[in-house]
T-cell receptor
Framework: GQQLNQSPQSMFIQEGEDVSMNCTSSSIFNTWLWYKQDPGEGPVLLIALYKAGELTSNGRLTAQFGITRKDSFLNISASIPSDVGIYFCAGLGSGGSNYKLTFGKGTLLTVNP | DAGVIQSPRHEVTEMGQEVTLRCKPISGHNSLFWYRQTMMRGLELLIYFNNNVPIDDSGMPEDRFSAKMPNASFSTLKIQPSEPRDSAVYFC??????????FGQGTRLTVV
């Protein structure tokens, strides 16, 4: 089945630093999504990407849909303590699998004030 | 809208007992998903409903797991009998076709 490789698994950074994480896949996805999960909560959508090459920003967050449709990255600029959490990439398949979200294993982000 | 509502938030049960998890999707959404999250395996899709009909249940671990969606505003995930390895956080998510999936807060299940 489809798999997403998300890296890094975890990051420890100082407040104010920029963060970058990415996902790669052996399969093509039509949509890439980035979610954040806070402790004890469900994942919450941060950014959605619909076109290959698309670069989208949401405040301090920037994400890109790779040209090959097999990868995506998420950047967080000027990190703050509330950025702490687990970040997941997710790919939405095509054709008969266009309902199925495949998730990466997540990147645990810790921000030291 | 209140979002996807799951109950209970926490469930502790003894091995062999029946467990029922409940989900109320966002009104107007026509797709519903049940996911299981563990440290080892991450987020796994268990079952997907479209217009209340189960479309893909290939992720359901075994016959002890069953899910129903009797109407557009309610779904259940049942485990019978439960086992310690079923301990995980179970998420329900819903979406309108073509939109992103919105997740509930999850049910943390502990089977002792």
């Amino acid at each position: 089945g489809q798999q997403l490789n998300q890296s890094p698994q975890s990051m420890f950074i100082q407040e104010g630093e920029d963060v970058s994480m990415n996902c790669t896949s052996s399969s093509i996805f039509n949509t890439w999504l980035w979610y954040k999960q806070d402790p004890g909560e469900g994942p919450v959508l941060l950014i959605a990407l619909y076109k290959a090459g698309e670069l989208t920003s949401n405040g301090r967050l920037t994400a890109q849909f790779g040209i090959t449709r097999k990868d995506s990255f998420l950047n967080i600029s000027a990190s703050i303590p509330s950025d702490v959490g687990i970040y997941f990439c997710a790919g939405l398949g095509s054709g008969g699998s266009n309902y199925k979200l495949t998730f990466g294993k997540g990147t645990l982000l810790t921000v030291n004030p | 809208d209140a979002g996807v509502i799951q109950s209970p938030r926490h469930e502790v049960t003894e091995m062999g007992q029946e467990v029922t998890l409940r989900c109320k999707p966002i009104s107007g959404h026509n797709s519903l998903f049940w996911y299981r999250q563990t440290m080892m395996r991450g987020l796994e899709l268990l079952i997907y409903f479209n217009n209340n009909v189960p479309i893909d249940d290939s992720g359901m671990p075994e016959d002890r797991f069953s899910a129903k969606m009797p109407n557009a505003s309610f779904s259940t995930l049942k485990i019978q009998p439960s086992e310690p390895r079923d301990s995980a956080v179970y998420f329900c998510a819903s979406r309108w076709q073509g939109s992103e999936a919105f997740f509930g807060q999850g049910t943390r299940l502990t089977v002792v």
